[in-house]
C-alpha cells in the first residue's frame, strides 16, 4: 500500500495551482481522505500531485449578498462550527455530521467531497438539495455549474484537465425553510447506503433529494411538488423513493423520508 | 494458601500507562541497519497453475526476487496439526511461496527485496508470471477433497431417532470472518553467520509456536532459532501460525545474508491472513415426548480453503467435539468433512470452532421449543448435564460447571421479557422484538507450560514464561498468582514474557488457555521456591525446615525472622565470597486435560419493520471461568469477545465473488462496528473451580465471543417468528424474512411486488461502486498483478 512514484507540488497561490493542473498528468489534492488511499491502492496513478493545502485564498465561509459561498478548501468541520451555516443552512451542518469521523471531518474538504464524486458521499446530496452553484476555473477562464450540470456519473464530474473547483455558491433559502438529512448505514460514520436531505418552506419552495438512488445525487420533483402542495409525509415519501430500483433501498429511502419530514414538522 | 487476598483482586494492567503514552515498541518500530525490505508479488488468481515467472534483470532499486526455487532454506511446507482421531492429509500443507500453482488469490508467489517498501513494491509490477487459470472449487459442498475428516459415534442413534416422538433439524452456516487486529502480521529476519542463530522479530501470539513452525519448515535444530515478540497490536488468533511471508523472509534472509523486514499492510492482511468460521452444518435432534434429548446427528462441513496452515485443522475439529453443547445427549453420531477451497486457508478466530457449536446446538434446542411448544427454558433445564465429570458422545470429558446457575442468573439480568411481537411485519409496521437465550460451553487450557521464577536483590522476583500476552494482561495476572503463593506485594514480582532465549519452553497463547496452564505453572514455581528457600532458612537457622514458618515478614524460624531481601542478600553475600551459592530459582511445569468453561446468555433485540434494522438492546453475559484471578481482566475479555460477536451478528462477512476474489478487502466493504454499535452489556459471574489444576481457574478469554452469536441468533429467530437468517443479520436480510412472514408459513409475496422501470444510471452507478469501492482492495491486487499476468500471457 505504497504509492506507485509521483512527481509533487505545493503552490501557494491559486494562480500557480492553475498553471500546475494544466498539465494532464496532474491531480490537485485537496483533504486527501479519498485520493490518498486510492493512491496507496494504486488505483490512481498520477504524474504529478498538486498539493492544495498551501492555498490559503481557497479556504473561507462567507456570505455576499444573501448567498453561502464556500471556499473549495474550506474543511468539512469548519461547517459544523460556522455560525452562518447554522443559521442560514444547517442542512449542511447536518449532512456533515454523517461523513466519517471527527479525523476525517477535519482533513477532508467540501470542494474535495464534491470534485470527488462519490455516490454514497452526503455533501453533494445537500448541496443539490439547495441548488448551489459551483465555480469552476482553469488558466483559461471561468465557469459556473449547476448541480446537475457537474455531477455526470459515480466519481465523475464534468471538471475537464486543467480545471479547479474553487468555490460553492449556495443561495438563500426563504424565511422559515425547514431542511433536513437523515441516512442509512450500517454503522456509525460508513459510507451512507441511502440517504435523503429535504427542504421545505410552506408554500414557497420544496427540494427533496436522495442518495443511493443513483450515480449521482437525486432531485425528485413529482414529491417535490407534492411537499409543496401540502401532501401528507406517506405520500411524499412513496413519490420520492418511487423511481428507486432496488426493493430494499426503496424500502430505506421511504422511511428517510418520513422520519426527515417528520423532523421538520 | 492465600494470605494476602491477591487472588480476585481487580487490579489494573501495569503496561497501560506505557501503551497510552504511545512507548510501545511494535514490530515495525525496529529496523536493523541495513535491513532490506519485502514485498510479495501474489497470485491474481483464486485458481492456477504458474508456467513462468519472469524477473527484470535490471529493476531499478531491486536487491532480488526470489521465488520458491531461489529458497535454499526452505525444507519443508507447514507443519500440520493432526487432532486426535482425524484423518488429515498433511501433504496439503501450506507451502512457503507458491510451487507451481496457486490455489487462493493474495497467496505469495514471489518475495521482492529492495532498501525501501515503497521500492520492493513498484518492483512487484515488474515481475511478469504466467497464470493458467483454473476453475475455482468455492461451495463447501461441492469439494470432494477432505483435508481433515473427523467423526465420533456413541450409542444407538438409530433407535433413539426411531424411539423419537419429536425429530427435529436445522441447517445453519457462518461466514467466514476476517479477524482484523489493530497491528497486522510482520517479521523481521537476521541470520547471525558466525553463531549459525536465525533470530526472528515476529508479531505473534508467543514466541514457542512460530520457532517450532520455523525450525520445521528451515529444517533447522530448535535452538539456532532464536524468536523474539515485541509489544503485539492484537491478534485474535490470527498470529498462532507464522505467515508464509515471514517463512519466506526468514529464508530470504539466510540466503542473502542481510537482515529483512516485512510489514504486512492492511491489504495484504485482509487478502492474505488466515480467516475464521466458514463453516456450515445439517443437525437433527431426537426428543421424547417430555422434551428429553435421546440423539443427536450432526454433519459439518468447513471451508479449510487452499491449504492447511498448522491449525486450519483444529477449529472444525473443535466444533464438532462440542456439537452436543451443554446437554446430556446419550446417543450422537457427528461427522466433520474440513474441505479445500480456492480461498485464503482459514484457522483459528476468537472462538475458533466454539461459537459455531454454540450457535449451531442452541438455535436448534430453540426450533425443539417451537416443535415441541415446551417452553425454550424449560426445555433446556430438562437436558443440562448436571454431574461431574461427565464424558461427551463425542469424547470430551467436561471437569466442572453449573449450567442451571448461569441460565437462572443470566435471565434474572435481563429483566421482564420482551413484549410480544408485532403481528404484522413490512414497511408499515413497527419494531418486532425478541428474545434469545443460549448456553454454552468451551474447551479451555489443555496441554502444558513452565514457568521459572528467580529471587533477584531486595527480595524482588522475576518470574518467566511463554505464555505470553498480546492484550490479555497476563502481567498483573501471573504477578497476582505468584505474590500470592510468596505473600509479598504484588509490586515485587516482575515478568518476562516474548524472548525464547530468555523465557522456558512452553506452548503459547491461546484458546482460553493461559491463566489455567501457564498461571497454575506459576503457582507451581513459586510454591517450589518457597519450599527451596525455607530449606535455605532452615540451614542458615539449623532449624527443621518444616519448623519454619512463611508469612508476611518472610520466613520465621524460632525468634529469628530472614525476610526475602535477607535470603536474596545471603546469595549476594556467598557470591561475594567467593563461595558456592545457589540462587533461590525454581522451575515448574504444569500438564492437565482441558477445562471447561461454561455461560449463558440472553440477548433482546429489535428488528425495524420499515428497514429491517437490527438493534441488539441487552445482552446479559454470565460465565462461568472457574476462579477468577483478576475480574477485571475477565470482564474486559468478555466485554471485547461479545463485542468481536455482536460484529459477527450485524455486518462481519468475508465475501468472495464467483471468481474467488474478495469483495471484502478493505474496512469501506469489510465492516466492524464501531462503539456506537454497542449495546448495554450486563455481566455476571458464577464460579465454580476446575479440579485439573491447583487455581481452580478455567478461561474467559474466548467466552464473550462464543455466547453472544448463539443469544443474538436466537433472539433474531425468535423475532422472525422462527425463521433463521444465516448471520450477519443485515437489514436487507431481515426486512426480507419479515416480508416472508413467520416460519412455517408459506412463502408469502416480497414486501413489494411493483414491477419498477429499470434505470439504466442506477445499474451503472452499482457497477461502478462495486469497483471504485466495493473491491477497490481485490481490485488493486488484480490491477498490479493481473496487468503483469496478462502481459506475461503474451
Given at each position: 500500500m505504497k504509492p506507485a512514484p509521483f512527481r509533487y507540488a505545493a503552490p501557494d497561490s491559486l494562480t500557480a495551482a492553475l498553471e500546475l493542473v494544466a498539465d494532464e498528468d496532474a491531480r490537485p489534492l485537496a483533504g486527501g481522505q479519498s485520493l490518498v488511499p486510492l493512491l496507496n491502492f494504486r488505483l490512481a496513478r498520477p504524474g504529478l500531485l498538486v498539493d492544495l493545502n498551501p492555498v490559503t485564498e481557497l479556504v473561507g465561509i462567507e456570505v455576499r449578498e444573501g448567498t453561502l459561498c464556500l471556499g473549495a478548501m474550506t474543511r468539512q468541520a469548519a461547517l459544523l462550527r460556522s455560525d452562518v451555516v447554522a443559521a442560514g443552512w444547517p442542512l449542511l451542518r447536518d449532512a456533515v455530521r454523517h461523513v466519517g469521523h471527527a479525523a476525517i471531518r477535519n482533513r477532508g474538504t467540501v470542494g474535495g467531497s464534491v470534485a470527488h464524486a462519490d455516490p454514497a458521499a452526503e455533501l453533494p446530496v445537500a448541496l443539490t438539495a439547495l441548488d448551489a452553484r459551483f465555480r469552476i476555473r482553469s488558466v483559461h477562464g471561468e465557469r459556473v455549474l449547476s448541480s446537475d450540470q457537474l455531477f455526470c456519473g459515480a466519481l465523475t464530474t464534468a471538471l475537464q484537465t486543467g480545471e479547479l473547483l474553487v468555490e460553492i455558491e449556495v443561495p438563500p433559502v426563504p424565511a422559515g425553510a425547514r431542511m433536513a438529512f437523515a441516512e442509512h448505514s450500517r454503522t456509525h460514520?460508513?459510507?451512507?447506503?441511502?440517504?435523503?436531505?429535504?427542504?421545505?418552506?410552506?408554500?414557497?419552495?420544496?427540494?427533496?433529494?436522495?442518495?443511493g438512488a443513483g450515480p449521482v445525487p437525486v432531485r425528485v420533483p413529482a414529491a417535490e411538488r407534492a411537499l409543496l402542495g401540502?401532501?401528507?409525509?406517506?405520500?411524499?415519501?412513496?413519490?420520492?423513493?418511487?423511481?428507486?430500483?432496488?426493493?430494499?433501498?426503496r424500502a430505506v429511502i421511504r422511511t428517510l423520508i418520513v422520519r426527515a419530514l417528520e423532523r421538520i414538522q | 494458601m492465600s494470605g494476602s487476598g491477591l487472588i480476585g483482586a481487580p487490579l489494573t494492567r501495569r503496561e497501560d500507562d506505557r501503551i497510552l503514552r504511545g512507548?510501545?515498541?511494535?514490530?515495525?518500530?525496529?529496523?536493523p541497519s541495513g535491513a532490506l525490505h519485502a514485498a510479495f508479488v501474489r497470485s491474481p488468481h483464486a485458481h492456477a497453475a504458474i508456467t513462468a515467472v519472469r524477473v527484470p534483470a535490471d529493476a531499478a532499486g531491486v536487491v532480488?526476487?526470489?521465488?520458491?526455487?531461489?529458497l535454499p532454506a526452505v525444507a519443508a511446507r507447514y507443519p500440520v496439526m493432526e487432532p486426535r482421531d482425524s484423518e488429515v492429509r498433511a501433504g496439503e500443507a501450506h507451502p512457503v511461496l507458491a510451487e507451481g500453482e496457486v490455489r487462493y488469490a493474495g497467496q505469495p508467489v514471489a518475495i521482492v527485496l529492495a532498501p525501501s517498501r515503497a521500492l520492493a513494491e513498484d518492483g512487484v509490477e515488474l515481475v511478469d508470471v504466467e497464470y493458467e487459470v483454473r476453475e475455482p472449487v468455492l461451495a463447501v459442498r461441492d469439494s470432494d477433497l477432505v483435508m481433515m475428516g473427523w467423526s465420533a459415534r456413541r450409542g444407538d442413534v438409530a433407535a433413539a431417532f426411531a424411539a423419537a416422538a419429536h425429530v427435529v433439524s436445522g441447517s445453519y452456516a457462518l461466514p467466514r470472518l476476517i479477524a482484523a487486529p489493530m497491528e497486522a502480521r510482520g517479521a523481521i529476519a537476521e541470520h547471525d553467520a558466525a553463531a549459525d542463530v536465525l533470530t526472528v522479530w515476529c508479531s505473534a501470539q508467543d514466541t514457542h509456536r512460530p520457532l517450532a513452525q520455523l525450525a520445521h519448515i528451515l529444517a533447522r535444530p530448535e535452538h539456532s532459532v532464536r524468536v523474539i515478540v515485541p509489544d503485539v497490536g492484537g491478534a485474535f488468533g490470527s498470529k498462532g501460525v507464522v505467515a508464509p511471508e515471514v517463512a519466506a523472509v526468514a529464508a530470504a534472509a539466510l540466503a542473502l545474508g542481510v537482515p529483512v523486514k516485512w510489514t504486512e499492510d492492511r491489504l495484504e492482511n485482509l487478502v492474505g491472513a488466515y480467516q475464521g468460521r466458514g463453516i456450515e452444518g445439517d443437525l437433527e435432534l431426537a426428543l421424547d415426548p417430555e422434551g428429553r434429548m435421546l440423539g443427536l446427528r450432526a454433519r459439518l462441513w468447513a471451508d479449510l480453503g487452499g491449504y492447511l496452515l498448522t491449525t486450519t485443522t483444529v477449529p472444525p475439529h473443535t466444533a464438532g467435539t462440542l456439537i452436543t453443547g451443554c446437554y446430556d445427549i446419550p446417543a450422537a453420531e457427528v461427522q466433520v468433512r474440513g474441505v479445500r477451497t480456492h480461498r485464503v486457508p482459514t484457522g483459528p478466530y476468537r472462538g475458533a470452532g466454539r461459537p459455531d457449536a454454540a450457535y449451531m446446538i442452541e438455535s436448534l434446542v430453540d426450533a425443539a421449543a417451537r416443535a415441541t411448544g415446551i417452553d425454550r427454558v424449560t426445555l433446556r433445564r430438562r437436558n443440562l448435564i448436571r454431574r461431574f465429570p461427565y464424558r461427551t458422545a463425542t469424547g470430551l470429558e467436561y471437569d466442572s460447571g453449573d449450567f442451571e446457575r448461569c441460565l437462572d442468573l443470566a435471565l434474572g439480568l435481563t429483566g421482564a421479557p420482551a413484549g410480544p411481537r408485532a403481528d404484522t411485519a413490512g414497511p408499515a409496521a413497527g419494531a418486532v422484538r425478541g428474545r434469545g437465550v443460549a448456553v454454552f460451553i468451551e474447551r479451555a487450557g489443555g496441554a502444558w507450560e513452565t514457568a521459572e521464577i528467580a529471587l533477584t536483590p531486595g527480595g524482588r522476583f522475576r518470574v518467566s514464561s511463554s505464555s505470553s500476552p498480546h492484550g490479555q494482561g497476563h502481567d498483573i495476572t501471573f504477578a497476582q498468582i505468584a505474590a500470592d503463593r510468596l505473600r509479598v506485594p504484588v509490586d515485587a514480582v516482575a515478568l518476562r514474557?516474548?524472548?525464547?532465549?530468555?523465557?522456558?519452553?512452553g506452548v503459547g497463547t491461546f484458546g482460553s488457555r493461559s491463566v489455567a496452564q501457564g498461571g497454575s505453572a506459576v503457582a507451581l514455581a513459586a510454591d517450589e521456591l518457597v519450599a527451596r528457600a525455607r530449606e535455605r532458612v532452615a540451614s542458615l537457622t539449623g532449624c527443621d525446615p518444616a519448623a519454619v514458618g512463611h508469612g508476611a515478614e518472610g520466613f520465621s524460624a524460632g525468634e529469628r525472622t530472614l525476610s526475602w531481601a535477607a535470603l536474596a542478600e545471603t546469595v549476594a553475600e556467598a557470591a561475594g565470597a567467593g563461595g558456592d551459592p545457589e540462587p533461590l530459582e525454581a522451575t515448574a511445569r504444569f500438564q492437565s486435560a482441558n477445562v471447561f468453561s461454561s455461560g449463558a446468555y440472553v440477548a433482546n433485540v429489535s428488528i425495524d419493520g420499515a428497514t429491517g434494522e437490527l438493534s441488539v438492546e441487552r445482552l446479559a453475559a454470565v460465565d462461568d471461568a472457574g476462579t477468577v484471578i483478576n475480574p477485571l481482566l475477565v470482564h474486559g475479555q468478555v466485554l471485547g469477545g461479545a463485542v468481536q460477536a455482536l460484529g459477527e451478528c450485524l455486518t462481519e462477512e468475508a465475501i468472495y465473488d464467483d471468481a474467488g476474489q474478495l469483495r471484502t478487502g478493505s474496512f469501506l466493504d469489510y465492516s466492524l462496528l464501531t462503539a456506537a454499535e454497542i449495546p448495554p452489556i450486563i455481566t455476571g459471574e458464577v464460579q465454580t473451580p476446575s479440579p485439573l489444576n491447583p487455581l481452580g481457574a478455567k478461561g474467559a478469554g474466548e467466552a464473550g465471543a462464543v455466547g453472544t452469536l448463539a443469544a443474538v441468533a436466537n433472539a433474531v429467530t425468535d423475532a422472525l417468528g422462527?425463521?433463521?437468517?444465516?448471520?450477519?443479520?443485515?437489514?436487507?436480510?431481515?426486512w426480507r424474512a419479515l416480508g416472508e412472514g413467520p416460519a412455517g408459513s408459506p412463502p408469502g409475496p416480497p414486501v413489494e411486488t411493483t414491477a419498477l422501470p429499470h434505470t439504466p444510471s442506477a445499474a451503472t452507478a452499482r457497477r461502478v461502486r462495486v469497483l471504485v469501492r466495493r473491491g477497490a482492495p481485490a481490485l488493486a491486487l488484480g490491477l498490479a498483478l493481473g496487468a503483469l499476468a496478462a502481459r506475461g500471457r503474451r
Open positions: 460514520g460508513d459510507f451512507a447506503s441511502a440517504g435523503v436531505a429535504v427542504v421545505h418552506a410552506p408554500g414557497e419552495r420544496a427540494a427533496v433529494a436522495l442518495l401540502g401532501a401528507p409525509a406517506a405520500e411524499v415519501a412513496g413519490l420520492a423513493a418511487a423511481g428507486v430500483e432496488h426493493d430494499h433501498r | 512507548e510501545t515498541r511494535y514490530l515495525d518500530d525496529i529496523t532480488a526476487v526470489l521465488t520458491a526455487a531461489d514474557f516474548g524472548d525464547s532465549a530468555l523465557t522456558p519452553a422462527g425463521r433463521v437468517v444465516a448471520p450477519p443479520f443485515t437489514a436487507e436480510k431481515l
